[in-house]
DNA sequence: GAATCGACTGAGAGCGCTCCCAGGGTCTGA
DNA sequence: TCAGACCCTGGGAGCGCTCTCAGTCGATTC
């Protein structure tokens, strides 16, 4: 019996005879070496050492119908998603969790609709023991396709209600971080306090306002102006802000990035910060908050942690630890308090 | 949700089963039906449709020992690689074109020589075809693990000189390129022509130099300076430049965010541009390009199609087609005049 | 009309691994 | 010293698919 057929690789087989052991031995030292007798296990260790074996993914996963990976879907409905650093941080996490949980990252581009079909396939073909994805806009066909998909799923970011009711998400606390936020305007003072919005078809936009409204009940609806999460929307709300309401004095803003914008339009017109206005953003990206003046104040959510416990989700699914549908898991926002407000 | 099959997904057997033929022409017509009879086609193609049939990766992979997907392995030894345009657009390319190919892009993040490890392991355990990696740092040990792997791998970007000869590379035409560049500014008539230039542990950056010096082979070395191609050290590299030289009348400068950087510590010293001093910089860069003053006269390169190529290569390594060892594709670049020169 | 040929089809042998189950070895208690 | 209990170990049966190879069947040719 040889032991090693040149080219390819040694299998299990090998392992074995070069052990001197059954393959069932060689296989559970291989695996962690449960129930199997010292000196065995050291004799099987050697032998994989030196044929260099490594075990064959695919007839691995053929019998255990695992296969260690999990699908990350981006969806790039618009500009420039994958180089957000919201993204970013949130994938790091993902990676790092999913590395921790010895599964490997597969990630899946969508660049629109025309994906979906071939998206469906991959998820449904068993490639993936599971998937994460993310939910942005309530009119993206894109749950119901993973959902069809019937493998576990967890959305980062609470889909559009009725999308997918039975997918689990994590999302931070949108609607009371913008509470803490305003709460932090009213507690300063301020009287006459705006909120420039995101897209109202992004959850995370929707609860931001429902935030500002909970501690503001009667605002003027004139205080409320809508951004898309850009910079130059939030240079253009505040603008007009300033001009419906000359006497505003604090502005909640959804997110930092329209925030910088914001305090760009006030600098600009010789307002200042937080003297005359207060600032507050949501967020607190280090890539913005870093460069703006005066230093926003602002929402802190722990995106990195938000993508970890995604992944944490994930595997309490496959495991089949836990409840049959595991509860959403909504994390916690802190104030960071810095110069503009 | 619908009934389905419950429990396990249907396999070829059934669909055979369903279809009245055997197994084996079941899987002709699954994987594209050439040498069947038309009306069994039928037969078994509805019976998939009826089944709700998806082939089993894992025991495709098996038999024919390949399974469809490449790793992009994305090295991140410093601040926000992920996040960095430049690799956003390659991955994209490379994305798009694997998608075209019918493969899978599996992610493998290395967060430091810890990872190494695992990656060697991943990498050879037949998880994946083959490769795509990125050449970073002289210093970086990823190229050697990478190559012990034995699986065919492509760099994006040339290697450094001996740490990985037998790998095929992508990479953009960086002297010529540079060579374009100086050459329009002699054409303009600049006579003392300086060079901000990128860490000399980059092979890019070094190319770079090379080009400038392959034109002005008499350069006096104080023309050139050295920055990290962040946008900071382009500005400190030009002052340093116009302090030590202030005759200085061209600047060839090794990328677009440092040539921006250049250009605010030009305009911050009242020099103007391009009257005073001529500007151009490298990559063309969309992002850095559209909102530098005046707008950057650069060298243009196919950053996406880069991609594209490096997936082309491993997959003609992958089918055997072409020669052994594939050569090395340099990809050409183009001078984009703008207004800064 | 029979022989030859070519085009299809199907049976069966694995790919490399895990896991069930029976059998053998060892250890303990009487 | 021997039976019974308990551990290990190895044989063997697949996981679902591809692919070779032999066999079938209709068509063509003389």
């Known amino acids: 019996m040889t ?99 010895d599964a490997q990252l597969v990630l899946l581009w969508v660049e629109g609709p025309g994906d979906h079909d071939r998206i469906a396939r991959y998820l449904g073909g068993g490639h993936v023991d599971g998937a994460l994805a993310f939910s942005l806009h309530s009119d993206d066909a894109l749950p119901a396709v993973i959902d069809r998909a019937r493998i576990p799923v967890v959305f980062g970011g609470r889909p559009t209600p009725g999308t997918a009711p039975t997918i689990p998400f994590v999302d931070c606390d949108n609607r009371g971080g913008a509470r803490e936020a305003v709460r932090h305007l009213v507690g300063l003072g301020r009287r006459t306090i705006a ?41 253009r709300a505040m603008a007009e802000l300033l001009d419906r309401r000359p006497d505003v004095d604090g502005v909640f803003v959804a997110n930092d990035l329209m925030a910088s914008g914001a305090l760009l339009t006030l600098r600009e017109r010789g307002v200042r ?56 898991v909504i994390t916690p926002t802190s104030l960071v308090r810095r110069a503009s407000a």
Chains 1, 2 share one sequence.
């Open 3 to 101: 032991e090693q057929t040149a080219g390819s690789r040694p299998t299990l087989e090998a392992v074995a005879a070069h052990a001197g052991v059954s393959r069932a031995t060689a296989s559970r030292v291989v695996n962690g070496g449960a129930g199997v007798r010292t000196p065995l296990v050291e004799k099987v260790r050697r032998a994989v050492e030196e044929l260099g074996y490594v075990p064959n993914h695919a007839a691995r996963t053929l019998v255990t119908r695992r296969n260690g990976a999990v699908a990350v879907i981006i969806a790039e409905p618009e500009f420039r998603v994958f180089s957000d650093p919201f993204f970013e941080q949130q994938v790091r996490g993902i990676s790092r969790e999913l590395t921790a949980h």
């Open 195 to 235: 909120h420039i919005s995101g897209p109202p078809d992004q959850t995370s936009a929707v609860d931001r306002i429902h935030g500002y409204r909970d501690v503001l009940i009667d605002a003027d609806p004139a205080l409320v102006c809508q951004g898309d999460f850009t910079e130059e929307s939030g240079a």
């Open 273 to 328: 910060v937080p003297e005359d206005v207060a600032v507050v953003g949501f967020d607190d990206m280090d890539s913005v908050v870093r460069r703006t003046r005066p230093a926003l104040t602002t929402v802190h959510q722990d995106i990195e942690g938000m993508g970890r416990l995604m992944v944490k989700l994930l595997m309490r699914l496959l495991d089949g630890t836990g409840p049959e549908v595991p509860e959403s």
